[in-house]
């Protein structure tokens, strides 16, 4: 791994812990809200807007994730959010890739921004309060995109996306999954002990779709940067690109993964 890379990763890491476990969940929110933002102008970017149409789609972005941090009822809206976010994953972006739409629309392109970016913001705003179950499920997104990469570079054959990512490979898919399923037994001997029968498979099922969900955001971002003729969606991160490139797996698993915590508790991830 390039020195630039593993620099960068080991201070966002460093920054991304002390903030949750230190900051008080208002600060928290802002700090994220700060990534928010630019990850908005790099979506901006890869959705061609120019000028003022740039600036309006950062200012709604973080507007309306402003009204959510602030805002005493925003958490009856929590729940919304993030089943809105799953059905666009499932229901509109798995055959945006599938049939390589290229949609020119502003409007289209402003909307499904708003949905990718906001409510993973939200979900790790929200899962501050849960920082346990929140780093474990981070920790998936991380092993799987790891396990994907090395896997698929060493036996990798078949591709996964050729038109969209022609790095990725199906190798590497089952490689990603086998580490998570791995780690998920790990997890299960150190903690979850007194678990059910049913508690233990549907953590397994939590965790695989959020591995599942992470390879469908890395594709989805991936195949915006080829529409827009770009390979990174931006340049402020040494060896990794923009701050789109750092979280495009976290964009569709995290607020899946907030959805299912909501309504099964921690027991249904361990």
Known sequence: MPVARLATASALLALFCAGLLLLPNLYWGALLLAGLAIAAWEWAVLARY???LRWLFVALVVASATVLLLHPGAA???????GLSAAFWALIAWPWLARKWRPEGALALGA??????????LALTALQARPGELLALLAVVW???TAAYFVGRRVGRHRLAPQI??????EGLMGAALAVAVYYCLLWVAFGAGRTAAEVIGGLVAFGAVT?????GDLF???MKRQAGVKDSGTLLPGHGGVLDRIDSLTAGMPFAALWLQYFGPSGIL
């Open 50 to 52: 120019r000028g003022a």
């Open 143 to 145: 092993i799987a995109d």
């Open 221 to 223: 971002e991936s195949w």
């Open 165 to 170: 990512s022609p790095g990725k490979t199906w």
């Open 212 to 216: 599942a969900l992470s390879v469908e």
């Open 76 to 82: 009856a809206l929590q729940g919304p959010l993030y």
């Open 112 to 121: 499904a921004g708003w949905v990718v970016l906001v409510p993973t913001w």
